[in-house]
């Protein structure tokens, strides 16, 4: 993180702390964030971690934990879920299996937000919308040759996270995962179950 230019940025934008009481203000609003997720002590941690980071620069943060079941439970009559977002800040795992990201690169289309149309169900969480997204979604869809599918690929992950940080990445958590020492041929892969080389596999005698 770089604190000093997060300030340098906040300072740019007009937001200073114009009365001394630690949180920037701008136009008579203070600058206050929401930030909620599910109860979890890893997640609890990287909450308490991040708010210290904010209030370091002045950013009020108000921590909001929900359990797991409420949180990513879709009860269309709940305000708490995930779907529903009444927050600034959400934070979730986020990933998908396999090597073609696809799938879940075209969540981000225009009109998968969850809404109550849908029962606030949708894939589109962030209520990201860019038309110039949209089309490079088609564009993937009709697109064979591989290099050319990981340049727009890539492309599109930038819009999402270094163009607009609709997504900001914290961490890749690890796997950890056992098996027999007679079992060989066995090698652990981020993309998928510990299953996807099975064929390979070979007793140790």
Not at 58 to 66: C, M, P
């Amino acid at each position: 993180q770089d604190l000093e230019g997060a300030k340098a940025l906040l300072d740019e934008a007009g937001w200073v702390d114009s009365n001394g009481n630690g949180v920037r203000d701008k136009d008579g609003v203070e600058l206050s964030i929401l930030y909620q997720t599910s109860t979890n002590a890893v997640r609890q941690d990287f909450q308490a971690l991040i708010k210290d980071w904010w209030e370091q620069i002045g950013v009020e943060t108000e921590l909001r934990n929900l359990d797991a079941s409420v949180f990513f439970g879709g009860d269309p009559g709940s305000p708490d879920t995930f779907q529903k977002f009444y927050a600034d800040v959400e934070m979730y795992a986020n990933t998908f299996n396999g090597t073609d990201p696809q799938q879940y690169l075209a969540a981000y289309r225009c009109g998968g937000e969850p809404k109550p149309s849908s029962q606030w169900q949708g894939e589109n969480i962030n209520r990201f919308c860019d038309p110039a997204y949209d089309k490079l979604i088609d564009e993937l869809a009709r697109t064979g040759d591989i290099k050319k599918r990981a340049e727009i690929a890539i492309k599109m992950n930038n819009m999402l996270t270094k163009d607009t940080y609709t997504i900001v990445p914290l961490v890749h958590r690890g796997r950890v995962s056992a098996h027999a020492n007679s079992l060989g041929g066995v090698k652990l892969n981020v993309w998928d179950s510990e299953i996807w080389n099975a064929a390979d596999w070979y007793r140790i005698k």
